[in-house]
């Protein structure tokens, strides 16, 4: 079956069932064709189902009937148990999809940025372009260090946050150009090698890794975790395997966008651990411990939970997700 062609013979069909779904019917008549409808796009979505198990069509179709039988039904959705299957099954599933690509790019950026800090280092005058020597003293002595305190908390914050979060979300949603993963990875590596060698350069390597321990691990990490995601969504369609590469790139997609929902909730608790945490006068094993549990704590959801959840065949897929948003709404 060409689905493109069968949808376009049947799509007026379709948006209207989907448009008497998104309103309460106001007489018997509507009940009527929303009825007839129902039932014919029901027969529409097994043949689909049958050519496609896994389409973005019968996904499009499918969540339209949802729509439909809760209109004639009435059925109940509770809220909370909605996102109760998203953070408890959906996410964490998403996560561990992607948990060995996250590993290599973790490893591919500590490679680039120990490989860059070397050769500054080590090349006579190379620190030297980064700045004057009054510059790079400035930097590495008040600039990098005040960063942390110059701005009030929820302000620092909330900047961190957004920042961070628009980064990630960048990588995600253009991982699908198969280059834009690459070069924010090259571009972050490279920055901390840089930071890292004007450091070095005027005796405060230990700052470096001090101030940057608390939140960076978890940061960081949020970081490796959309580079993972977008170089998977890339992969879908260089590699797409027994499946089209429009259905691959739709199904690992919708399964895998999933995970900027959860770098949001990542990168908000790594940016109130920088803006609360590290700019205290604490001794560094406590802010650093406290960095580390939180990471521990999102590895701990991600490879326990997410396990748990896909070994039970949870895939990470927005559908239930979406359907269950339908039914809050139309209920």
Known sequence: MD???????HRERWTEL?????????SGADVDRLVAGYQAAATDLARIRAAAPRSTTGD???LTLHRARLRFTGAP????????????LQLPAALYRIRWVTIWVAVATVLIAVVTAVWITSTPGAVATFGTDAALRQYATQDFVDYYSDHGLGAFTAQVWTNNAYIAAS???????GLFVPYSIMQNAVGLGVSASVMHSQGRLGDFF???APHGQLELYSVFLAGGAGLMIAWSWIAPGHRTRGQALAEDGRALITVAIGLVLTLLLSGVVEGTVTRQEWPWPVKIGIGTVALALVLAYQWVLGG????????????EFDRGAAAIVAG
Request: no cysteine; glycine share 6%; charged share 30%.
């Open 18 to 26: 989907d448009r008497l779904a998104r309103r309460r019917p106001t």
């Open 77 to 88: 959705v509770d809220p909370l148990t909605v996102l109760t299957r998203f953070f408890a």
């Open 60 to 62: 499009r179709l499918s």
């Open 3 to 9: 689905l493109d062609a069968y949808a376009d013979v």
């Open 171 to 177: 990588m995600v949603a253009f991982g699908i150009t």
């Open 308 to 319: 748990r959840a896909y070994r039970a065949g949870e895939r990470g897929d927005l559908d």
């Open 210 to 212: 001090l101030y940057i």
